[in-house]
């Protein structure tokens, strides 16, 4: 596969681009890293340094590798935190002129918003620009349990509610609906679940909670549903590969006492999947 990802990056640690590259190269897949900000590293330490792109420097790169007349053999767009609405905008004309090209390519969106305890913590404006301009626009999104609530509008505490909800966006729009970090009545309180939802039903995963949440895990997962579900063109089985490796991940980050993802040192289990959780099919 060939991916044009429109994400931020970092010079230190692992979020945006600089998360979601290497997996997917690692993978065996082209990507076109497009940086919407290059900063020191990322923003949970409270202090960075490095450029915010203006949305017109995001632009002229797109437009630059449409000079060398590239962006139709793009296979997908990967986008996630989209912190000015003109970036986004950008981002969705990238996404149009991409399919105008190749028909066949599908845009994944992470919409990053917000989440348990935290709230949102993007701009006001930019969750309702992603609900209901991006968020429809997308074949596959990636929200997690507090994004997936405010993306229909609701409050889900089971597993039944949280499927509903899945399907109030697929309603409108994407077709593929990948749900992490999951909490429900059903689940113990020393265990999470992924959920995915497509046409063709919907299943979960079950993996331990670690008492870790590294930033750019969700940029990883992402990246990794996007190329599981794209060569596989099977939910449960890009669900199975992907909750793998995510876990793979986060339990050597946790087991090295660092705040920062270990994709490096888990690059195997990226590669290939230790595939040791079972997939329970909902419906």
């Not at 630059?64 to 969705?92: C, F, H, K, T, W």
């Not at 949280?162 to 059903?186: I, K, M, Y």
């Amino acid at each position: 596969m060939k991916i044009l990802s429109i994400q931020s990056s970092v010079a230190y640690g692992h979020v945006g681009n600089s998360a979601a590259v290497f997996p997917l190269q690692r993978l065996g897949h082209e990507v076109w890293p497009v940086l919407t900000v290059h900063f020191s590293n990322h923003t949970g330490y409270g202090a960075w340094r490095g450029p915010l792109l203006a949305p017109e420097d995001v632009r002229e790169v797109i437009a630059g590798i449409g000079d060398r007349g590239v962006l139709g053999e793009a296979d997908a767009v990967l986008s996630g935190y989209q912190g000015d609405p003109a970036v986004g905008g950008i981002i969705l004309d990238a996404v149009a002129r991409v399919k105008e090209l190749n028909p066949d390519a599908v845009y994944c969106c992470d919409p990053v918003m917000g989440d348990v305890g935290r709230g949102m913590f993007v701009r006001p404006g930019i969750p309702e620009f992603m609900r209901d301009t991006v968020v429809p626009r997308a074949d596959i999104v990636t929200p997690n349990h507090f994004e997936l609530d405010f993306l229909a509008g609701r409050g889900t505490t089971s597993l039944a509610e949280v499927l509903e909800a899945a399907d109030q966006v697929r309603d409108r729009g994407p077709r593929d609906v990948l749900v992490t970090s999951v909490v429900h009545g059903d689940v113990p309180a020393d265990r999470i679940d992924m959920v995915a939802v497509s046409a063709d039903g919907a299943w979960a995963v079950e993996t331990p909670l670690l008492p870790i949440t590294p930033n750019g895990g969700g940029d990883v997962t992402a990246a990794l549903y996007l190329a599981h579900l794209s060569t596989t063109g099977s939910a449960p089985t890009a669900l199975a590969r992907t909750a793998s490796s995510v876990f793979a991940v986060f339990e050597r980050t946790h087991r090295a006492g660092t705040r920062e993802l270990q994709l490096v040192a888990a690059q195997d289990a990226i590669a290939e999947p230790p595939m040791g959780f079972e997939v329970r099919r909902l419906r």
